[in-house]
């Protein structure tokens, strides 16, 4: 089970952190009791209302279904439609039996051409995900596949297309009308909170992820968090120790790590704390490091700039492959590598990092037992249980985002949505 450890030089810390605990037991409380205010937004809560056995099953099969006839899978969403899925494929696929493709989060006509282009000589199905299908992104690229797959497999493209909306909604309709696969988003699920519901695991499964393993790891990690000592509970803790450091004049929070299969979780996690806590001028600056690339970027910044920043390290404790350099005939200067692997060497490096970075700024540190879906579904309920404590610590509703409806409002209007259509 995954463990927080703290690396940080201020003496008074253990104490500073039972006070904000105690202060803030009752928010605690409030969350594990239900909060009827969010009622309306808490269907991601309990993993099993939205991903029960049986809807795990009913995915697996148009998964399998999806597997046996298409060479590409093209998921057509933005941002919470297609962080979670994206995050878990990019680190874990192994096989190629399906290319994932990504539209829909992009208007820029390079990349639509270029994705395009690399659907030509394939099998392609699609998923539009979209829960109100009002967002622009996805639904330009969703005009733009259904002409590619009706000019490809006329009367048969409509059996190639999947829709992910809300009950009762201008997609669902389209879908009854034209006769395309319909899967409900649940309209109690935000989403950057909807990992955990068809509009994650249908295209991770078609990737060929256990998606009945990352369901029970998110499962596990919601009974450990909802039961037990509130203090140590450890996204309680995290939830406690962020609005500390936020308080404490830190502005940004850096989620790091040392090894790359996280980079697309990285993504995933930025939008969630973005997005649920930017509000009321208030909340901290999401960014991440992919080290040690942008520690060679970043370094320097992070060490000796301006004291902004706390870091919150992502570590593996198993192994995930076995490779060393060898010594050769060239006298290179790097001999004291050798008999060393490079799991080794990398976890020096983070030794290393940690070392250096903690005598300047607080180094949060979550470990993981290894990266596999089990442990992606419990990083993911992991975040979003933190977030929603984190968020009603700070004082902002966790589940709304008004920010990203103002650029929305003069866009359409740029673009003459309103206008009537001779």
């Known amino acids: ?115 395009l282009k690399e659907l030509e000589e394939k099998s392609v199905y699609i998923d539009c995900i979209a829960k109100n299908f009002e967002t622009l ?63 994650g695991l249908l295209p991770m499964a078609v990737a060929g992820i256990d998606i009945e393993k990352l369901v029970l790891g998110a499962s596990d990690m919601q009974k450990y968090l909802t039961s037990g000592e509130i203090v140590r509970n450890p996204a309680y803790q995290y939830a406690c120790l962020r609005n500390l450091y936020y308080k404490k004049g830190y502005k940004i929070e850096m989620l790091v790590s040392f090894e790359p299969q996280f980079r697309w979780f990285y993504k995933w996690w930025i939008q969630l704390f973005g997005e649920s806590e930017g509000k009321d001028n208030k909340g901290l600056f999401p960014s991440s490091g992919d080290f040690c690339e942008e520690l060679h970027a970043m370094g320097q910044y992070i060490q000796d700039g301006t004291p902004l920043i706390f870091e919150t390290f992502l570590d593996v404790q198993e192994k995930n492959a076995s490779l060393a350099p060898v010594a050769d005939m060239v006298k290179d200067g790097f001999d004291y590598l050798n008999g060393k692997e490079f799991w080794d060497i990398n976890k020096a490096s983070f030794g290393a990092t940690v070392k250096a970075h903690r005598e300047k700024l607080p180094c949060l540190i979550l470990e993981v037992e290894r990266l596999d879906a089990y442990v992606f579904g419990e990083l993911f309920y992991f975040f979003l249980f933190s977030c929603y404590v984190s968020a009603r610590i700070l004082g902002v509703n966790p589940f709304d985002q008004p920010g990203v409806e103002a650029y929305k409002k003069w866009m359409f209007e740029a673009l003459g949505k309103d206008r009537k259509i001779s």
């Open 137 to 199: 992104e996805p639904g330009a690229s969703f005009r733009v596949l259904r002409k590619f797959l009706f000019d490809k497999y006329q009367e048969k493209a409509n059996g190639r297309i999947i829709a992910t909306g809300t009950k009762g909604s201008a997609l669902e309709k389209l879908c009854e009308e034209q006769g395309y696969t319909f899967l409900e988003f649940p309209e109690d699920v935000g989403g950057r909170f909807s990992a955990m519901t068809a509009v």
């Open 1 to 115: 089970m995954l463990n927080l450890r703290i690396e940080d030089r201020n003496p008074h810390l253990k104490d500073e952190l039972h006070e904000i605990m105690v202060e803030n037991k009752d928010i605690f409380q409030s969350v594990l009791n239900g909060e009827d205010e969010y009622a309306d937004s808490l269907g991601w809560f309990s993993v099993d209302k939205w991903a029960s056995h049986e809807e795990v099953q009913k995915l697996k099969k148009l998964a399998a279904h999806i597997r046996e006839n298409a060479d590409a899978f093209v998921i057509i969403g933005v941002g919470g439609s297609n962080n979670a899925a994206r995050a878990v494929i990019e680190a874990l696929q192994t096989d190629d039996k399906v290319k994932i493709v990504y539209m829909g989060n992009t208007l820029s006509p390079y990349e639509l051409t270029k994705a």
